[in-house]
């Protein structure tokens, strides 16, 4: 098995905006004053009293279980609430296949049942790629985020997110930690080559940030002109980081369904986890009808992020306004985070 490589990926540290999603791998080096907090830190997974949402029944004739049908259309992508959202552009998008909700910790299981799949945050790190980590840090592990008591600096990511050896999609806050009793929450600490390797398994692929935008609107060519915070969506409700009244349900990930389903039937297309989509990460659109699931000349592999669209459970109004279908943010390819998971989708002829 391949193993795991630390970078220093080039657009994140340029981007600030990027901070509460991107958590990338520049910071790590920077730790060694935190990682004695990690263990009191560690996440664990939420206690909620509704650890399964039921799913309505599929019609019997669903050619695609657990798929809903994408129609055709165009539409204006992107926004002007952040810079990374423009230039907006008309782009075209045929007919899909979705899932109608993230990829659960029992269907990812069911793969790594039927594989043997390993997953990039337990595999080893690469020690020869990267020099000067810490002892902690040179373990298998992925992104945790915790709740601090109170922040001295709200740009210092370092107060929210820490680098947990061990946590994994398994154990999301670490060792201690389990999805025993979570089948039905997204499945989260998989990254861009893990997605894709569940997708190729079922026959599937990722979605283009155009085919999430698209499914997230609900198939409507003009969105939404209110950013208000969604009610019907899983995301922060307080202050972020330091307080959230969970007027929602949930303090952390809630299993999917929970909330409303959009105009065509999908769940949790906004909040709840951040998802990955197959486009290689640009600060800016393009404008036009490109999948960009192509690396630019310019950019090697190991500096690679991802598109990543929906806003999550830690998405707020003080701080993270991206519980918006147009938001995006990077992701680097090879880090696991405690916040994102992803779906797929399917070119097949329609219903």
């Not at 206690?47 to 049908?69: F, I, R, Y």
């Amino acid at each position: 098995m391949k193993s795991r490589r630390i970078k220093l990926p080039l657009i994140a540290v340029l981007l600030a905006v990027a901070v509460a999603a991107a958590a990338g791998w520049w910071w790590l080096k920077h730790q060694a004053s935190v990682q004695a907090s990690v263990q009191a830190a560690v996440q664990t997974v939420p206690p909620t009293s509704n650890p399964a949402c039921n799913l309505p029944a599929e019609k019997a004739n669903t050619p695609h279980a657990g798929m809903v049908w994408v129609p055709a259309g165009s539409f204006v992508l992107g926004d002007t609430v952040y810079p990374e959202e423009q230039p907006a552009g008309k782009v075209q998008v045929a007919g899909f296949w979705m899932d109608r909700s993230e990829v659960s910790n029992d269907a990812f299981a069911a793969f790594v049942k039927a594989t043997g799949y390993v997953t990039v945050a337990e595999r080893p790190v690469d020690l020869t790629l990267h020099t000067g980590l810490t002892p902690e840090m040179q373990k298998p592990g992925a992104v945790v985020f915790s709740m601090p008591d109170k922040i001295n600096n709200s740009g210092d990511v370092r107060q929210w997110w820490r680098y947990v050896p061990g946590a994994d999609w398994r154990h999301p806050g670490g060792p201690s930690t389990s999805i025993e009793g979570h089948g039905a929450f997204p499945v989260v600490h998989v990254t861009y080559a893990d997605a894709l390797a569940y997708a190729k398994w079922i026959g599937h692929k990722l979605p283009s940030e155009a085919q999430w935008e698209w499914a997230a609107r609900g198939a409507q060519a003009q969105a939404a002109s209110e950013h208000a915070q969604p009610l019907q969506a899983n995301t922060w409700q307080g202050l972020f980081p330091v307080a959230n009244s969970g007027d929602d349900g949930y303090i952390g990930l809630a299993p999917s369904g929970c909330y409303t389903p959009n105009a065509l039937g999908l769940f949790d297309m906004i909040g709840n986890a951040w998802e990955l989509t197959s486009d290689v990460w640009l600060p800016f659109h393009q404008g036009d009808n490109a999948s960009h699931d192509q690396l630019p000349s310019e950019l090697h592999r190991g500096d690679v992020q991802r598109t990543i669209k929906g806003g999550s459970y830690l998405c707020a109004p003080n701080y993270c306004m991206r519980y918006r279908s147009a938001a995006r943010q990077p992701q680097d390819e090879d880090l696991a985070v405690s916040h994102l998971g992803f779906r797929t989708v399917l070119n097949a002829p329609a219903p």
